[in-house]
Nanobody, 117 residues
Framework: QVQLVESGGGLVQAGGSLRLSCAAS????????MGWYRQAPGKQRELVAT???????NYAGSVKGRFTISRDNAKSTVYLQMNSLKPEDTAVYYC???????????WGQGTQVTVSS
């Protein structure tokens, strides 16, 4: 069983920075693709960024150049560094783990990020 625990959310002014962390339990972390998703009120959950087991990254166009996803396999932790935050980045951010086949996925409980204008 995999558990994901997020931390690092909070309230920040526009233009500020936050770093989210997601610690995973279990031995599957280093083989898995890790990702961050977000869901704003009244909107569908959307992809923010992913990092593969090999370190390849992918970003939503809206965050490219401002957010950086990284992983530390020794700590079974994935990070999301968020810079130049905008009010439209306000959402609950969820950590996601996708295993290699047979594919399974796990979600964290979510952490609130609020960006004030």
């Amino acid at each position: 069983q995999v558990q994901l625990v997020e931390s690092g959310g909070g309230l920040v002014q526009a233009g500020g920075s936050l770093r989210l962390s997601c610690a995973a339990s279990g031995l599957i972390f280093r083989l898995s693709t890790m990702g961050w998703y977000r869901q704003a009120p009244g909107k569908q959950r959307e992809l923010v960024a992913t990092v593969s087991s090999g370190g390849s990254t992918n970003y939503a166009g809206s965050v490219k150049g401002r957010f950086t996803i990284s992983r530390d396999n020794a700590k079974s932790t994935v990070y999301l560094q968020m810079n130049s935050l905008k009010p439209e980045d306000t959402a609950v951010y969820y950590c996601h783990l996708g295993t290699p086949p047979p594919s399974r996925e796990y979600w964290g409980q979510g952490t609130q990020v609020t960006v004030s204008s």
